[in-house]
């Protein structure tokens, strides 16, 4: 389990898309509660000209850079009262993003992205995709479907925080920051299990479980919420969050260079479909 679970070093990745504009509020309001610093980064895509004659470059160049400086100007009055600075490296996305990561110590990643439609399901872009499985650090994604709750004046609401968990190690590593994440927003905390198919004493056995998650002193509002369900997980979960309102989801993943066994596979399809239909933002976090 991670030693470390305040945010001090916040990393909001955008492209300034209104996909990306809606974490904002959300990277601005944790890093407002654990008195972070927000490192804002638009990678520059090295082929910004590539077709053109290079006698035509130095002009894409300035309004390259007009273009930069029109985007700093305007998140200066949403990152208003939040320490920060502006990056932007040129390369590719994900390159640059793991660069930074190291370079800034980041603790968290901050990104917002679009669905898509395919033959059967919306999907994730690949970048977005690669980046919550190989992330360092925990990665809050803002998905397609979270509705748009809050702006630089009126910050986002955390009321109520979701844990998932199958009792892995990857999913405990998780618990702490929403453990964390509750006491900083005075948030009611809710520990969920889902069970596929199963015997009534695994559905006792569950529950006993998720009771000793939360230590005894942990600072609480109020005691958690323990719930068991029986289904699919990632429906579940979906679930749950839907009908206690949630704001937040919270999920433990492998790493992404791990061995791939059937195990990883499902663990792995369910954190993916959980950030896909959320309709709050999901906190993944790698053991």
Not at 1 to 19: G, H, Q, V, W, Y
């Amino acid at each position: 389990m991670p030693a470390k679970t305040r945010f001090e070093n916040i990393l909001l990745a955008t492209d300034f898309s209104p996909a990306t504009n809606a974490a904002l509020p959300y990277a601005v309001e944790i890093a407002r509660k654990s008195r972070g610093t927000i490192h804002a980064v638009y990678v520059i895509s090295p082929d910004l000209y590539p077709l053109e004659p290079p006698s035509e470059w130095p002009k894409y160049d300035r309004v390259e850079k007009d273009f930069r400086h029109r985007i700093q100007q305007e998140l200066e009055q949403e990152l208003q009262g939040v320490a920060h600075e502006f990056i932007f490296p040129m390369g590719e996305v994900w390159e640059c993003l793991a660069r930074i990561i190291e370079e800034k110590n980041i603790d968290l990643l901050v990104v917002g992205t679009h669905g898509r439609t395919g033959v059967k399901k919306a999907i994730l872009g690949s970048v977005a995709e690669k980046i919550f499985r190989q992330a360092a650090c925990p990665v809050l994604t803002v998905g397609p479907h979270v509705t748009a709750k809050a702006t630089h004046v009126q910050a986002p609401e955390m009321n109520c925080i979701l844990y998932a968990t199958d009792f892995s190690p990857e999913s405990f590593a998780a618990v702490r920051y929403a453990i964390r994440l509750a006491k900083e927003h005075h948030a009611k905390l809710i520990l969920m299990q889902a069970l596929d198919q199963a015997e009534p004493g695994q559905v006792t056995s569950a529950f006993e479980t998720l009771q000793d998650i939360v230590p005894l002193g942990a600072g609480l509002l109020s005691k958690p919420t323990c719930i068991v369900e029986r289904g699919k997980p990632a429906h579940s979960i979906l679930g749950v969050a839907k009908r206690h309102n949630a704001d937040l989801i919270v999920l433990g993943v492998r790493n992404a260079d791990q061995h791939v066994t059937a195990a990883t596979h499902i663990a792995r399809s369910i954190a993916y479909k959980v950030v896909i239909q959320a309709t709050c933002p999901v906190l993944t976090v790698r053991d």
